[in-house]
């Protein structure tokens, strides 16, 4: 919608030169958040003095519509003004936009972390931790100045330094959670299984649980692999394959290719083991590397039994099947003659 401040503009368009019965015309008062932009600069009728008004700008008639003479015709006079749109912001919301839009991340950053928490039944245990992450973010924004946000550069700093915060906090709730499984291995055999919980549950948050993907993060995921696989030698020879797999597995992302694929060596050699213990309606089943892949001779499965048994052999030997042209690709050659 557009409009004109020259009244002799606005009657050439309401229709009173045409001879229309009762040709109308629309004063409207401006109001701070909605009083258009002059578009006369650019426009081809450059002496339209035209305003264009801002999109979805509601009028609103104020008092009663009245009827003037104009040069012996009646002219019927609505007076109006501009309310603001009910979608758009006021001027100072529109200020601190950005600093709501901080507070709100800090928030959702806060409660990725409950919710964790919540579904590794530590939200109780960790309810300090959480509490000082929500301060510390809080105070990040707290600092930032409304109208410096709007400067894209300094939004950016303000933002980076939010998930900078975030991360750290991360971090910290992960070594804590670590901490605690250290503690309950102290205290000898009877809380064996709930340190190596914990222990489980800690890499979970160092990891893709809470923490972001990169170099420090995996290295410090492999260390804690290395101390559950030791803590499991105690246990079945099936909690110590699976520990073996999982830090081969790391390692893999890791390029350590070939301690990987001993790991997994070992892993299938103790998980085989185990299911032939148990297994008994089976017969052979023998998994060897060729050629930088696998052959399988003699696997034959029982109907009943041949899923529960086979799957987690074979998810091994794909793993290893994957893993060793890349560890021959790395292992140093001698030079030929």
């Known amino acids: 919608m557009s409009a004109t401040p020259d009244r002799s503009v606005a009657l050439g368009f309401s229709g009173i030169n045409q001879g229309k019965d009762v040709p109308t015309l629309f004063e409207i008062e401006l109001v701070k958040t909605a009083f258009g932009a002059d578009i006369s600069w ?25 009827l003037d003479d104009h040069q012996g015709q009646q002219l019927s006079i609505l007076r109006m003004k501009l309310t603001v749109n009910q979608r758009s912001k006021t001027v100072e919301q529109a200020q601190v936009a950005r600093k709501d839009f901080l507070t709100q991340l800090a928030s959702s950053l806060e409660c990725d972390v409950r919710h964790w928490a919540k579904r590794q039944e530590l939200l109780e245990r960790l309810a300090p931790e959480i509490a000082d992450m929500r301060a510390a973010l809080q105070a990040v924004v707290a600092e930032a100045e409304a109208s410096k946000l709007n400067d894209n550069e300094h939004f950016g700093a303000v933002f980076g330094r939010v998930i900078e915060v975030s991360e750290k906090k991360r971090q910290e709730l992960a070594e804590s959670v670590w901490q605690d499984g250290e503690a309950a291995r102290g205290r000898g055999e009877a809380d064996a299984a709930a340190a190596l919980a914990l222990f489980e549950k800690a890499i979970d948050a160092r990891g893709r649980g809470l923490c972001a993907d990169d170099k420090q993060g995996r290295d410090r995921i492999v260390a804690m692999r290395r101390v559950v696989m030791k ?19 790391d390692l893999q992302s890791q390029h350590a290719f070939e301690e990987a694929l001993a790991l997994s060596q070992e892993a299938l050699e103790l998980f085989t083991e185990v299911r032939f213990q148990y297994a008994t309606s089976m017969c052979a089943c023998v998994c060897i590397a060729l050629h930088r892949g696998l052959v399988f001779h003699d696997l034959y499965v029982s109907r009943a039994a041949g899923f529960a048994f086979c799957y987690p052999l074979l998810e091994m030997c794909s793993f290893i099947h994957a893993v060793t042209p890349r560890a021959h690709e790395v292992t140093p050659r001698a030079p030929t003659m």
Do not use: I, N, W
């Open 231 to 249: 803590a499991r030698r105690r246990e079945d020879k099936e909690q110590q394959a699976r520990a073996k797999m999982a830090l081969a597995t």
């Open 42 to 66: 650019l426009s081809q009728f450059e002496k339209e003095k035209e305003y264009c008004l801002p999109p979805l700008t509601h009028l609103q008639l104020v008092g009663t519509p009245r």
